[in-house]
């Protein structure tokens, strides 16, 4: 499996834009890159994926670099509820399984 | 209407005993897991159905047997159980196919701890 490496633990101020950043560079050609969140005592949801684009949606923006060795989630005003464990991963789609890494386990500061 | 749902949330069980864990989603999804987060919060994915058929079977023990009655339930049952197996254990369900868009719902988690 193509491997994701990420920062255990980063803080952030309510109200203002984080940015969590992901390597991953050994990624195919056809891995997208996902990203999923935990908030404590649940089970993962999904936030956002990509494959050469940056994209947004309603939660998050993805920007994904142009060698597509790395990408960035970034939450535009984290909230209290944003506190959660980050988790970057790369998913080929068909049958393959998905891995989890560590993630990011982001602080909300009120 | 819960999209993936699973019972127990809480088991508490003494080593040696067999138990099961069931998982049930609403989405008309073709394909199911099951993933353990050890107390290390890593999330590890043990086993996947699609169709009712196994496609994924990560290393895990004999004693760990799924089980895909139908397209929507996969239940993990477990036998002997150790206090190595203590854990959160999370279903998901996907829409498998040709494109490279897998999202994964996640169930609510069953806190399994042997004693």
């Known amino acids: 499996d193509a491997k994701t490496t990420q920062p255990n633990s980063m803080e952030s101020n309510e109200e203002e834009p984080v940015h969590l950043p992901c390597n991953h560079s050994?990624?195919?050609?056809?891995?997208?890159i996902h990203w999923y969140r935990q908030l404590p005592s649940q089970g993962p949801e999904y936030v956002i994926h990509g494959l050469t684009s940056n994209v947004n949606n309603r939660m998050a923006s993805l920007a994904i670099a142009e060698d597509r060795k790395s990408s960035t989630l970034i939450l535009h005003r984290a909230t209290l509820r944003d506190a959660a464990v980050y988790y970057c991963?790369?998913?080929?789609?068909?049958?393959?399984?998905?891995?989890f890494g560590t993630g990011t386990k982001l602080q909300v500061i009120p | 209407d819960t999209a993936v749902s699973q019972t127990p949330k809480y088991l508490v069980t003494q080593m040696g005993n067999d138990k099961s864990i069931k998982c049930e989603q609403n989405l008309g999804h073709d394909t199911m897991y099951w993933y353990k987060q050890d107390s290390k919060k890593f999330l590890k994915i043990m086993f996947s159905y699609n169709n009712k058929e196994l496609i994924i079977n990560e290393t895990v023990p004999n004693r760990f047997s799924p089980k895909s009655p139908d397209k929507a339930h996969l239940n993990l049952h477990i036998n002997s159980l150790e206090l190595g197996d203590s854990a959160v254990y999370f279903c998901?369900?996907?829409?498998?196919?040709?494109?490279?868009?897998?999202?994964?719902?996640f169930g609510p988690g069953t806190r399994l701890t042997v004693l």
């Open positions: 991963i790369l998913d080929s789609g068909g049958y393959q399984k998905v891995t």
């Open positions: 050994t990624i195919s050609g056809t891995d997208y």
């Open positions: 998901a369900s996907s829409q498998e196919g040709s494109n490279s868009y897998n999202e994964q719902f």
